[in-house]
């Protein structure tokens, strides 16, 4: 990968030069607010993002855990299909633009695998201006020339969403705000208008269900389950007992850490993702679906199998190369490893 594509540190820096001078209070006052909002299993209909001081103080908050998130379940989808890359990105409710950082950081500008060469057309669509005009200036401050080309446009999200013909659409902390006919509009609308679909949503159970409403609607328009999944049959989790999500490890800067408190230098978000595509994919045969138990000469894996059931793997000494590996696997991992990996 071009070391000059985006990273979590180079969107850190980009945050903290932009938002440089945000006063702490207000910065908080505005974060305590969006929390409540986030938290809430009430949809708005409207933008939560009202204002420059509300998309700074989001922007310093949320952005770095939904560009891990997002750049995590990028990394699985990537794996289920080797050799694709995305000439046009479409990035739904993208805000201030953290799934397109994942996205311009997990390819190259130049798109490997797909049709055509330079550089990847890029889309963010989003109702909240304030969002969208912070997400140009950060994209600015980038080293990606697909953010820097980014087209953003402001446009209502939900019911009568309409999509031109792209390669990928990103839907990322969205459809929690929207009604259920506005979360049904826009994963039709992207099933339709996409050759591959990558939707994430906290790692609640609320979340879980929406991600897998998402899934069934994906699945029914064609598409096939990339990520986590290991197959595109029913989940085998019984809803309403349990939930499936994974974590991603966040680097929390001292802006972070100074809107959203706390002093720990990181923080792990917990996200529920789904990732489908329209064509071939390189199922895995068992996807990791809980921090890995390690024991004393053991260690124990929950699983999700490609035959559709979940199952736990208890790995010991004895099974040598493997057990290294199981030590090394973690959440969210596929299993048993690639051969590279084993």
Wanted: proline fraction near 6%; include cysteine; charge should be neutral.
């Amino acid at each position: 990968m071009n070391d000059s594509l985006p990273t979590a540190e180079a969107l850190r820096t980009a945050l903290a030069g932009l938002l440089d001078g945000l006063p702490p209070k207000q910065a908080a006052q505005a974060v305590e607010r969006l929390i409540a909002n986030y938290r809430g299993t009430t949809p708005t209909g409207t933008p939560l993002l009202r204002d420059r001081s509300d998309v700074a103080a989001y922007a310093a908050y949320r952005m770095p855990a939904t560009f891990e998130a997002v750049r995590a379940a990028l990394d699985a989808f990537r794996a289920a299909v080797p050799g694709w890359a995305p000439a046009r990105h479409t990035d739904i409710g993208g805000g201030t633009g953290a799934a397109t950082w994942a996205v311009a950081g997990a390819w190259d500008d130049g798109p490997h695998g797909a049709e055509g060469t330079g550089t990847r057309s890029t889309t963010v669509l989003d109702w909240a201006e304030p969002a969208l005009v912070l997400g140009r200036e950060l994209a600015a401050r980038s080293g990606s020339s697909a953010l820097r080309a980014a087209d953003w446009q402001r446009s209502r999200i939900g019911p009568g969403l309409t999509l031109e013909s792209t390669d990928l659409v990103t839907v990322s902390y969205v459809l929690g705000e929207l009604t259920e006919a506005g979360r049904t509009a826009v994963v039709d609308a992207a099933a339709e208008a996409a050759q591959a679909v990558v939707v994430v949503e906290p790692g609640t159970p609320d979340g879980y269900l929406r991600i897998m409403a998402a899934r069934d609607r994906l699945t029914a328009a064609g598409l096939r389950t990339a990520a986590p999944c290991p197959h595109s049959d029913a989940c085998p989790i019984e809803r309403g007992t349990d939930w499936c999500h994974f974590s991603a490890r966040v680097s929390r800067s001292s802006l972070h850490r100074q809107v959203k408190g706390g002093s720990l230098a990181y923080e792990d978000e917990k996200f529920s993702y789904v990732a489908a595509f329209r064509g071939e994919v390189a199922t895995v045969p068992a996807r990791v679906v809980r921090r890995p138990q390690i024991r004393k000469g053991l260690v124990q894996l929950e699983l999700c199998r490609e035959t559709g059931g979940l199952a736990r793997e208890t790995v010991s000494k004895r099974h040598g190369d493997l057990y290294r590996a199981a030590r090394d696997t973690a959440w969210g991992d596929a299993w048993p490893p690639p051969p590279d990996r084993a």
